[in-house]
């Protein structure tokens, strides 16, 4: 399997980036290299991806940015959780702290001198506004929990050598919107039955990252009833379900809340058509409340949504109206693909912020990393789901301990791989999982989200090597410039730092 099936695909990226004396970014060149194996599949839509955010979340007034994806004897590469980020968030995020300390600041002032926020630009040319989110927010709440105060000092990180272990803290930003076609839908379709139990079909699949509860959540809301009274009906057959894109790029809460969100106030207005004809009212007189149909000036006069279903049978038999389903659509409105010349547009549906802090301790002998916090702070909007959006922390903040500390394909230079198996590809287990993980929800609402909410589905292991890299350098006085950084390549360096 190991040498048969795609991998994340392989990165090396090449920065040289402008700063004046104060710490204000000029200007940045980047290059990135991505290994697509011996086939292309979607190697290119994760290179392409890198051009609109391979710079990070900053204010970067000229960037150049070059992203090739290659053909190599290898095993072929695909789509995997984070889309590249996580590897251009490790060349981004690692060199400023690196610029940080060739300039003596702080890199938690540095980052704040230069992140984006409202009226500021991207790299692609798109204005950034109160409703965008706010990674300052975000690296504001976890350089607070994890008390930061600045790199260590020389005679600091001397003392806790004497003890064989130090201890290191870093912070990272990072930021991703979801990689997808410009004229990406999706689709939602609504029916009540007699019993006024609604069923929400959609075409999106819960692969466990809790589609079905947060749709569910969503259709309750705007029909204003109970949520044991709503399920969503799954069936992963393209010829029932309503149409969605993919089951990807963190966008289902973003576009299926909205779509879920219009196909209930469609059964909604439906349903208010038929009683203003029971009531001989006009509809404007109608609202809707824990599942009836009722008169704004005479709440008396109500009908439940299961008398209101399938239309609507007088005393004698006469029927109006007819089956009520609901329909909602929901399209990404306004993107538009990057200029071929320019590198400029309007590619993202939503940006999603977030930052990390890590407090981690190295043992000077083994190099074994031991992490004993790791604050992660997402701006996600509005949470739909709070308990949901903590679990998919806490597990992608796992994830990304892995990438950063064992995972990797080794070969040859043949292109043979050498660690064809998990006794050699080592992935986290439950020692790794570090004494506390702090998730913290950010919220200021998108405007156009459903309910104010943003994805942040991929976001949580994005940028955690790198989090990881800049607390080594606290701890150790080494930049790490190659991942894994994994007890050989961490005391491998030690080693050659006190040789020289």
Known sequence: EFNQLPTRAAMRGRIKTGVTKDG??????????WDSGAYADYGVNVGKTAIYSGAGAYEIPNVEIHSRT????????????????????????????????????????????????????????????????????????????????????????????????????????????????????????????GDGKVKVMIGAIDIGQGANTAMRQIAAEVLDIPLENVEVVWESDTQKNPY???TVASKLTFMGGNAVIKAAEDMIKQM???????????????SHGDGYIYHVHHPHKKLSYGNLAR??????????????????????????NLDKETGEGLP??????????????????????????????????????????????MGGVLQGIGSALSEGLKFNAEGKLLNPTFTDYKIPSAKDIPDEIVPILIENPQADGPFGARGVGEHPMISVPSVIGNALYDALGINFYKLPLNPENIALAIAADHAS
């Open 24 to 33: 204000k970014i000029t200007a940045m060149k980047v290059y990135y290299d």
């Open 70 to 193: 290659l053909y190599t004897n290898k095993v072929f590469s695909t789509a995997y959780r984070g889309f590249g980020h996580l590897e251009t968030h490790w060349v981004i995020e690692r060199q400023m702290d690196m610029v940080a300390q060739k300039l003596g600041i702080d890199p938690y002032d540095f980052r704040m001198i230069n992140i984006l926020g409202p009226g500021k630009t991207t790299v692609s040319g798109e204005v950034i506004t109160e409703s965008t989110g706010s990674p300052s927010d975000c690296l504001k709440a976890v350089a607070r929990e994890i008390n930061w105060t600045g790199y260590q000092s020389e005679e600091e990180r001397e003392i806790q050598r004497k003890t064989g272990k130090v201890r290191g803290k870093g912070l990272a930003l990072l930021h991703k919107a979801p990689a997808m076609p410009a004229f990406t839908s999706t689709a939602s379709i609504i029916q009540i039955d």
């Open 244 to 246: 969605d894109w993919q």
């Open 272 to 286: 208010k058509e038929v009683a203003a004809q029971v009531f001989r009212c006009d509809v404007s007189k109608l």
């Open 311 to 336: 239309g609507y049978s007088y005393e004698n038999g006469n029927a109006i109206g007819g089956v009520i389903i609901g329909r909602g659509t929901y399209i990404a409105d306004g993107l538009t």
């Open 348 to 393: 993202a549906l939503v940006w999603t912020y977030g930052a990390h802090g890590v407090d981690l301790e190295v043992d000077l002998e083994t190099g074994d990393v031991h992490i004993l916090k790791i604050a992660s702070a997402f701006d996600l909007g509005q949470a739909i789901n709070k308990k949901m959006i903590e679990g998919q922390i």
